[in-house]
C-alpha cells in the first residue's frame, strides 16, 4: 500500500491537553496539562504530496520508540492512512501491534433489511481483495 497507494490522511497525537486553548495557541507548548487527546490532522481527498508520504513511511520503518519527535515536538502516536484501489487501511507508527490485517470494505457491501452484509456482496469484495492482492504481487 505504501508503494502504490495515496496517502489520505496522517494525525500527529499528543495524549495530553493544555490548560487552554489560548494557552496552547500563545507558547505552543503543553506545560500544564489536562488528560486528553490533542490531535494535528492533515486530511487530502486526492492524497497528501509525495513529501508526506516519504515522511510517515521513514517514521514506520526506522522509529521504534514509546515517543515521536517531529521538528521539536513530541508526540505519543503517528498514524496515516493509506488507500489502494478504492480500500483504505490505517497504520501507527508507535503502536504497530493495533494494525490488523484487515482492509474497511463496509462502504462497497450490501445490506439486507436488517443491516446484515448480504453473503454475495462480501464474497465479491473477498475475490476483488483476492485479484487485487495477486496483480500488486505481479508487478512488483
Known amino acids: 500500500m505504501m508503494d502504490y497507494g495515496k496517502l489520505k490522511k496522517v494525525n500527529l497525537i499528543k495524549?495530553?491537553?493544555p490548560n487552554s486553548i489560548q494557552e496552547y495557541y500563545e507558547n505552543g507548548n503543553l506545560d500544564q496539562?489536562?488528560?486528553?487527546?490533542?490531535?494535528t490532522s492533515m486530511i487530502s481527498s486526492t492524497g497528501l504530496p509525495q513529501n508526506y508520504k516519504n515522511f510517515v513511511d521513514y517514521l514506520f520503518t526506522h522509529e521504534n520508540k514509546e515517543?515521536?519527535?517531529?521538528?521539536?515536538?513530541?508526540?505519543?502516536?503517528?498514524?496515516?492512512?493509506?488507500?489502494?484501489?478504492?480500500?483504505t487501511k490505517t497504520f501507527y507508527v508507535v503502536h504497530k501491534n493495533k494494525i490488523q490485517p484487515d482492509i474497511d470494505v463496509s462502504?462497497?457491501?450490501?445490506?439486507d433489511e436488517n443491516g446484515i452484509a448480504k453473503i454475495e456482496s462480501l464474497t465479491r469484495q473477498s475475490e476483488e481483495?483476492?485479484?487485487e492482492l495477486i496483480e500488486l504481487r505481479i508487478n512488483t
Open 67 to 87: 515517543r515521536i519527535e517531529v521538528v521539536d515536538n513530541d508526540f505519543d502516536e503517528v498514524e496515516f492512512e493509506l488507500e489502494l484501489n478504492g480500500k
Open 15 to 17: 495524549r495530553r491537553l
Open 129 to 131: 481483495l483476492i485479484r
Open 107 to 111: 462502504g462497497d457491501l450490501e445490506y
Open 33 to 39: 496539562q489536562i488528560p486528553g487527546i490533542l490531535k
